[in-house]
């Protein structure tokens, strides 16, 4: 079930993501135009902000957890197909539009999800249930992502997307073969205004009431600044050196995949071995270098086995650098708080992504290809500086935030 869960979860992502990127990049629209596509994903970074909603709204049917999922999920099933059925050639903001519904619903979905794994299993089956989610999550993320470009080549982008749209059936139909979770509640604040209070602004408050919180937020933030600069221009980059859909869908499909498992099973490593702020600043330089790969690229067009190496090593450095960053967030929590506040924080850390990320074709129209990657291969430099100044003032792994 979870596996199956996970399936539905991952579709959307990389569906209103690099895909939908490809797509605008194949139909000719100004550089501009493709990096909103960043944007696009602003949803799954203020997910938290109607997540309550979930919690204190009953559903009309099924349950709770179970009401709510199908209906978003039916949602999602029909936003996808409107998506299948748009024309980025001549409404380009449509298209647009109808992406960030996707991305909207998916990240509902995603919350909804998120409960009903807590709610169903006991606290020993959780590692299990999560490994299970992430597997079909992966799975999932490579059949809209590599699967979608490769057929697009041969049925065109409308009907690749609408099987993507049937594929996400499998999320009603997983939700209607499972149990709805039995879960006794607490008495809480009366009203929603109250119970939100208590569930989001007490934790944030508490986060922020610690000195050197706005060091550790900037951080956060500027963490995957590079990636958000550098991924909204991959598509119209690689079409402009001459690779096609097919190229570009065998460089992003399973030996990536295996890179990004990989990367995150070293970065475990790292962690266990150097202790998180360490390894932090390791891998984010491996990560810098690894960014360096992307202009490297330009001086080989139309050359398969570079672009196969570039998504691999980017791939791998990526997954290496985010298991000491999710390791570092996870110390962060205080226990009073730890689900909302990581919420909140593991929110905050693609929120350049989804927000600077959409300057990216305008800086890329400026500069020119090569030298706008190799200003991203730099901008993760701010995110290695604040590091060493929370190293100076308090270590990772100890339970308040820098002291400053």
């Known amino acids: 079930m979870m596996t199956a869960l996970g399936f539905a979860s991952g579709l959307p992502l990389a569906l209103s993501g690099f895909t939908l990127s490809m797509w605008l990049t194949s139909a000719h629209l100004a550089l501009g135009v493709i990096g909103l596509t960043a944007n696009i994903g602003l949803a799954y970074t203020l997910k938290f ?39 980025p050639v001549g409404h380009a903001g449509l298209t647009l539009a109808i992406g960030a519904v996707v991305a909207f619903v998916s990240a509902s979905q995603d ?49 690749a997307i609408l099987l993507v749209a049937c594929l996400a059936l499998i999320g009603p139909l997983a939700t209607l073969l499972a149990a709805e979770p039995e879960v006794t509640r607490q008495s809480g604040p009366a009203g929603f205004a109250a119970r939100f209070t208590a569930a989001v602004r007490v934790p944030l408050a508490e986060f922020l009431s610690r000195r050197g919180a706005v060091v550790v937020i900037a951080f956060i933030v500027s963490f995957r600044l590079g990636e958000a600069l550098a991924g909204g221009m991959l598509a119209p980059y690689y079409t402009s050196l001459g690779f096609n ?22 970065g475990g490593v790292l962690v266990a071995r150097l202790g998180v702020g360490r390894a932090l600043l390791v891998t984010a330089l491996f990560q810098t270098v690894a960014l360096l790969m992307y202009p490297a690229l330009g001086l080989f067009p139309g050359h398969p086995a570079m672009l ?97």
């Open 49 to 87: 902000l109607w997540a309550p909603v979930f919690d204190e709204v009953p559903p009309l049917w099924l349950g709770r957890r179970r009401g709510w999922l199908l209906t978003v999920q039916v949602l999602l099933v029909a936003g996808i197909a409107a998506l299948a059925l748009s024309n």
């Open 308 to 404: 196969v190496a570039t998504s691999v090593v980017e791939s791998f450095a990526g997954a290496l650098a985010y298991a000491g960053f999710l390791t570092y967030l996870s110390g962060l929590c205080n226990p009073e708080y730890t689900a909302t506040q990581y919420a909140l924080l593991s929110s905050l850390s693609p929120l350049a992504l989804h927000t600077i990320g959409g300057l990216s074709g305008v800086m890329a129209a400026g500069l020119g290809f090569i030298p706008f990657f190799i200003a991203t291969s730099f901008a993760a430099l701010p995110a290695m500086a604040l590091m060493l100044v929370i190293l100076k003032f308090y270590p990772p792994g100890e339970r308040r935030v820098a002291e400053i």
């Open 245 to 266: 859909r097919a190229a570009i869908a065998v460089a992003n499909g399973p030996v990536s995949l295996l890179a990004t498992l990989a990367g995150a099973a070293l």
């Open 111 to 159: 919350i909804l999800i998120d409960a009903w794994r807590i709610e169903s299993f006991a606290p020993r089956r959780q590692g299990a249930a999560l490994a299970a989610y992430i597997w079909g999550y992966r799975g999932a993320m490579l059949v809209s992502g590599a699967g979608v470009i490769a057929l697009s080549a041969r049925t065109g982008w409308h009907v």
